[in-house]
């Protein structure tokens, strides 16, 4: 059975849509699973469409090709632990209470997946992948996550080094790269060894932030970030 794509009309131009939508979240979740059973690189957009129960033009309609299904993954999984970390972000002012809320919110999102994770992982560390956090492909779930770290440190009550507070939250994104990386090959129950690197990093990272205020400590401060500035260019 396949599905063909409906006309949208002045009258049924809403019903489409909603119908348009369902289908594309049909194909994602489809796609997902495949790609948790087979893997992502036995996974083809043809399955995908058989699977789901659409024609093959319609797949490739909603999503160009599967590294375009993996970067919705992404931008959907950057939503989710979003509002998975607005309680603790509308709750808390401590910077330290805030970052853990957010990183604990980012394990707790991604836990269904991680048996999958580990084989996708060996696809998206590919440095020249499109499927890499660091992509340019990946921009918009990575500004995203970013976002999310700006806003934990903006409502926070943390006192900082000024120069520190604009590169803090693409730092603290990259630290929690490191975290999903632990996560990935993380086989203790229920993953809490994650969780207890989460509890112990806080503190620190807590520590370094308001000793960045430090005048004895700004020249170091400012030797980190243009070493960070350079390799970013």
Known sequence: MTEQSAPTTAAGGQGSTARGEQTRQLILDTAMRLFRERGYARTTMRAVAQEAGVAVGNAYYYFGSKEHLVQEFYAGTQREH???AAPVL???REFAARLAGVLHAGVDVLSPYHAFAGAF???AAEPTSPLSPFSAESSEPRDMSIALFREALAGS?????????????????LGYMGV???WVHDRSEGQVKTRQLIDG???????LVGLSRLRVLR???R???ALIHTLRH
């Open 121 to 123: 992982f060996k696809t």
């Open 201 to 207: 990093v806080v503190p620190l990272v807590d520590r």
């Open 82 to 84: 979003r509002a998975a």
């Open 90 to 92: 509308a709750r808390e």
């Open 180 to 182: 999903v990386l632990y």
């Open 219 to 221: 020249p170091v401060t």
């Open 223 to 225: 030797q980190a970030l």
């Open 157 to 173: 009550t943390a006192k900082l080094d000024d120069e520190l507070r604009a590169e803090l939250p693409e730092l603290l994104w």
